[in-house]
């Protein structure tokens, strides 16, 4: 059972990417879906989640408007469509299943944490 983020790279301020979460040995469709990320001496920030049944999205203001998370459950992946990148959204994002978008955002261990893929966003 693995989990794990791709899609990350550099790229100019102003730029986009696509984050892809793939989960290897379960279902992404039965759970909701959480994408964070970190950067050096920062906390955590959830940037975005997605409910199992795609009624829930949440965005973190910082990336309101230009970030989008979406699901194809056909290719048990979920996707973080990244645009209008800035400086500031440098860091190490990785994705993170759990039963709800309530127990993503509580900061308790979730149930699947994938590894990271860093994203760097040169001014």
């Known amino acids: 059972v693995q989990l794990q983020a791709f899609g990350g790279g550099l790229v100019q301020s102003g730029g986009s990417l696509r984050l892809s979460c793939i989960a290897d040995g379960f279902n992404l469709g039965d759970y909701a879906i959480g994408w964070f990320r970190q950067a050096p001496g920062k906390e955590r920030e959830g940037v975005s989640y997605i409910s199992a049944a795609n009624s829930i999205i949440y965005y973190a203001d910082s990336v309101k408007g230009r970030f989008t998370i979406s699901r194809d459950n056909v290719k048990n992946v979920v996707y973080l469509q990244m645009t209008s990148l800035k400086p500031e959204d440098t860091a190490v994002y990785y994705c993170?299943?759990?039963?709800?978008?309530?127990?993503?955002?509580?900061?308790?261990?979730?149930?699947?944490r994938g590894q990271g893929t860093q994203v760097t966003v040169s001014s």
């Open positions: 993170a299943a759990d039963i709800a978008t309530t127990k993503l955002k509580s900061g308790a261990t979730p149930i699947y």
